[in-house]
């Protein structure tokens, strides 16, 4: 009686260390998944506390006349005239205007540097769709300069930094608030125009066309690739030493630094067949290269979940093993195939590396137009922001990331959506 007794109290403390250490390790697990939300939600906090202010930015109220003679232009059809014509000089006037008592040459410097040194082209890009503006005037809100943008932002945040601009600028600005003449305004820029060494005229449209086209040809050139050859390895090939080491080497190839993906592209398609450096068609055969592994694994476990009883019945019925993969192999496992596919473009749209080694980090102020126009991505245009000492660039360089970011959860999301949208259950 006493040994049973003995017995179940054993199995009691058993069963409690058990109970202990099944808490202990969902509390482990509970950490773990807190600890990594956290790190996630302190990472976007710091980007899009950085960032949102580049979404708007700082224009000054201008009366802007369209001088002929200030210009030094009577034909808005003649190029030479357009290419020297004084452009500039109309938001010099209009500020020596709003600021009369401004004398000297310093202080007139000083005076222009409010707005932005490509005010005038503005201006000039303004005229040249209203010609009936020619001699004419009208209030306009002209593009500040990048300094003020960033003093009158951390004035009005409380925290007024003005390590770059002068004692009278700042007064300046101060009285232009003062009259309703400065304000922030949506940053269309950011969205419309390409890369520049100023920060208030610099945007992300160049580099979103750059990926669009660079991932368009990869998408072209990866999934009809991927696809059939996983096909192949896994209904058609047959099963011996030779598959076995393609299978090998394409888990391998997975696992590669994606930057040794660029060094084969400089060597192979740069080098040996001499495309274009910095050209959405290079870039888009280098991505290929990285993103085939991925659609290929994904695209073989697709296969292997569709049901043997699937193939069994479709010979069964008398169509041929290329029937049966194409008409009801296929279709069952096309929404995995297309899951792994939008995985890869996702992790090619996020690469830098193997496009820095392409040549894909050169400066480019056009859009491009097409695959053979130079052109950069939008990870490499945050890494030359990132790079520019200027103080604006460190909000470009965020809200780029923003918006890098909200391509890649949108395609994520879509894969996942897709995946339960089309899945069969067996």
Same mark, same amino acid.
């Given at each position: 009686?006493?040994?049973?007794?003995?017995?179940?109290?054993?199995?009691?403390?058993?069963?409690?260390?058990?109970?202990?250490?099944?808490?202990?390790?969902?509390?482990?697990?509970? $950490? @773990?998944?807190?600890?990594? /939300?956290?790190?996630? #939600?302190?990472?976007? $906090?710091?980007?899009?506390?950085?960032?949102?202010?580049?979404?708007?930015?700082?224009?000054?109220?201008?009366?802007?006349?369209?001088?002929?003679?200030?210009?030094?232009?009577?034909?808005?059809?003649?190029?030479?005239? %357009? @290419?020297?014509?004084?452009?500039?000089?109309?938001?010099?006037?209009?500020?020596?205007?709003?600021?009369?008592?401004?004398?000297?040459?310093?202080?007139?410097?000083?005076?222009? !540097?409010?707005?932005?040194?490509?005010?005038?082209?503005?201006?000039?890009?303004?005229?040249?769709?209203?010609?009936?503006?020619? !001699?004419?005037?009208?209030?306009?809100?002209?593009? @500040?300069?990048?300094? +003020?943008? $960033?003093?009158?932002?951390?004035?009005?945040?409380?925290?007024?930094?003005?390590?770059? /601009?002068?004692?009278?600028?700042?007064?300046? +600005?101060?009285?232009?608030?003062?009259?309703?003449?400065?304000? %922030?305004?949506?940053?269309?820029?950011?969205?419309?125009?390409?890369?520049?060494?100023?920060?208030?005229?610099?945007?992300?449209?160049?580099?979103? #066309?750059?990926?669009?086209?660079?991932?368009?040809?990869?998408?072209?050139?990866?999934?009809?690739? !991927?696809?059939?050859?996983?096909?192949?390895?896994?209904?058609?090939?047959?099963?011996?030493?030779?598959?076995? =080491?393609?299978?090998?080497?394409?888990?391998?190839?997975?696992?590669?630094?994606?930057? &040794?993906?660029?060094?084969?592209?400089?060597?192979?398609?740069?080098?040996? =067949?001499?495309?274009?450096?910095?050209?959405?068609?290079?870039?888009?055969?280098?991505?290929?290269?990285?993103?085939?592994?991925?659609?290929?694994?994904?695209?073989?476990?697709? +296969?292997?979940?569709?049901?043997?009883?699937?193939?069994?019945?479709?010979?069964?019925?008398?169509?041929?093993?290329?029937? #049966?993969? %194409?008409?009801?192999?296929?279709?069952?496992?096309?929404?995995?195939?297309?899951?792994?596919? &939008?995985?890869?473009?996702?992790?090619?749209?996020?690469?830098?590396?193997? %496009?820095?080694?392409?040549? #894909?980090?050169?400066?480019?102020?056009?859009?491009?137009?097409?695959?053979?126009?130079?052109?950069?991505?939008?990870?490499?245009?945050?890494? /030359?922001?990132?790079?520019?000492?200027?103080?604006?660039? +460190?909000?470009?360089?965020?809200?780029?990331?923003?918006?890098?970011?909200?391509?890649?959860?949108?395609?994520? $999301?879509?894969?996942?959506?897709?995946?339960?949208?089309?899945?069969?259950?067996?």
């Amino acid at each position: 009686m006493s040994k049973s007794v003995d017995n179940l109290e054993k199995i009691r403390k058993s069963l409690s260390r058990r109970n202990r250490a099944e808490k202990r390790f969902r509390f482990y697990g509970v $950490t @773990a998944v807190l600890i990594g /939300l956290a790190a996630v #939600m302190l990472l976007f $906090t710091d980007i899009v506390s950085k960032g949102h202010g580049a979404f708007r930015i700082a224009y000054l109220q201008l009366d802007i006349t369209y001088d002929q003679d200030l210009i030094g232009i009577d034909n808005l059809t003649d190029p030479q005239q %357009l @290419a020297l014509g004084n452009w500039q000089a109309m938001p010099k006037v209009s500020l020596r205007n709003q600021f009369p008592d401004v004398s000297g040459r310093k202080d007139k410097r000083s005076l222009y !540097g409010l707005v932005s040194n490509g005010a005038g082209f503005d201006l000039k890009d303004r005229l040249l769709e209203n010609p009936l503006l020619l !001699g004419d005037s009208e209030t306009l809100w002209v593009l @500040a300069d990048d300094d +003020i943008d $960033t003093y009158y932002k951390s004035w009005l945040d409380g925290e007024p930094y003005d390590a770059r /601009l002068t004692a009278k600028q700042v007064a300046w +600005i101060h009285e232009l608030h003062d009259q309703g003449k400065i304000r %922030l305004q949506f940053n269309s820029n950011l969205f419309t125009r390409g890369d520049s060494r100023e920060p208030e005229q610099a945007g992300i449209r160049g580099a979103v #066309m750059g990926s669009l086209l660079t991932l368009i040809l990869t998408l072209l050139l990866s999934f009809p690739i !991927g696809v059939s050859a996983a096909i192949y390895l896994e209904e058609f090939a047959p099963k011996n030493a030779w598959t076995d =080491f393609i299978e090998v080497n394409i888990n391998n190839l997975a696992a590669v630094p994606s930057i &040794i993906f660029g060094l084969l592209g400089l060597a192979i398609f740069i080098n040996f =067949f001499h495309v274009p450096r910095s050209v959405p068609i290079v870039g888009g055969l280098v991505l290929t290269l990285m993103t085939l592994p991925t659609i290929i694994i994904t695209s073989r476990a697709a +296969i292997k979940s569709v049901p043997p009883s699937i193939r069994e019945a479709a010979l069964g019925m008398g169509a041929s093993k290329y029937q #049966m993969v %194409l008409h009801h192999v296929l279709p069952l496992a096309l929404p995995g195939m297309l899951t792994g596919a &939008i995985i890869g473009m996702a992790q090619a749209l996020g690469e830098s590396a193997p %496009l820095l080694m392409i040549g #894909m980090v050169a400066f480019i102020v056009d859009i491009p137009g097409g695959f053979s126009d130079p052109a950069t991505v939008l990870p490499v245009q945050i890494f /030359l922001w990132a790079d520019s000492p200027e103080r604006a660039f +460190i909000e470009k360089t965020s809200a780029a990331i923003m918006v890098l970011l909200s391509f890649l959860i949108i395609m994520n $999301t879509s894969a996942v959506w897709l995946r339960k949208r089309l899945e069969r259950r067996w």
